[in-house]
């Protein structure tokens, strides 16, 4: 069975300041991680993904996110929060690298971003 | 590339009507498509994944004679919501993939509100 957690409902940053939403996760084989952002009453946007190589992986609109084997975590950051981050984020992990294969969703962050 | 549309986006429906939800993929043939149930402010739930051609498989929990889901060519899959309930109501969520090495991620629908009244 493959799980993964948020344990944070809500992020509060100010503009400017760097922001951490954390993940962590549990597969039995090696793990695919997701991570995505859905802004209200939209579906969602893919952020950026880990399937092998670098640990620190790099995604849109600056974020990016470290996939650390040892503590089975994969955090997503940003360096400096904008307003317009504000949204709710999910972290998803899939067993397997086909894509046919189900993702499981962490419960969600809402991020707040205050000016 | 790889966008998922829905259709409608949003949906008003009377208590024991019939609601069909369409997801195309517009530039890419989907293999497997999925559906997602999300309620406010919660997580998306998994409601079934289908393959081409096939029948879909249900995750636990979810009644297949009530979530009728065709996944007829590898660009359609449909989610028919039969004798709709209030408790139906809720933002569904589809996701398309291609199986293979290569594509190794699900693009997402929009999603589709659907209020039963």
């Known amino acids: 069975a493959q799980s993964v957690a948020q344990p944070e409902d809500q992020v509060n940053v100010a503009e400017g300041n760097p922001l951490t939403v954390k993940c962590t996760y549990s597969?039995?084989?090696?793990?695919?991680l997701f991570w995505y952002v859905q802004y209200p009453n939209r579906g969602l946007q893919f952020l950026l993904k880990?399937?092998?190589?670098?640990?620190l992986v790099k995604g849109s609109y600056g974020f990016e996110a470290e996939f650390n084997k040892s503590q089975t975590s994969f955090h997503l950051k940003k360096p400096s929060a904008l307003v317009s981050d504000s949204a709710l984020y999910f972290c998803?992990?899939?067993?397997?690298?086909?894509?046919?294969?189900?993702?499981?969703f962490g419960g969600g962050t809402r991020l707040m971003v205050k000016p | 590339g790889a966008v998922v549309s829905q259709h409608p986006s949003r949906v008003i429906c009377k208590s024991g009507t019939s609601v069909k939800i369409e997801c195309r993929s517009l530039d890419f043939q989907a293999t497997t498509m999925f559906w997602y149930r999300q309620f406010p402010k919660k997580s998306l739930m998994l409601m079934a994944t289908?393959?081409?051609?096939?029948?879909?498989?249900?995750e636990q929990g979810v009644e297949k004679d009530k979530f009728l889901i065709n996944h007829a060519s590898l660009t359609l899959s449909t989610l028919t919501v039969t004798s709709a309930h209030p408790e139906d109501s809720s933002f569904y969520i589809c996701?398309?993939?291609?199986?293979?090495?290569?594509?190794?991620?699900?693009?997402f629908g929009p999603g589709t509100r659907l209020t039963v009244l």
């Open positions: 289908s393959n081409e051609g096939s029948k879909a498989t249900y």
């Open positions: 998803a992990v899939r067993d397997g690298i086909n894509a046919g294969n189900m993702l499981t």
């Open positions: 597969v039995s084989g090696n793990p695919y």
């Open positions: 880990y399937i092998t190589g670098d640990n």
């Open positions: 996701s398309a993939s291609l199986a293979g090495v290569l594509y190794n991620e699900q693009f």
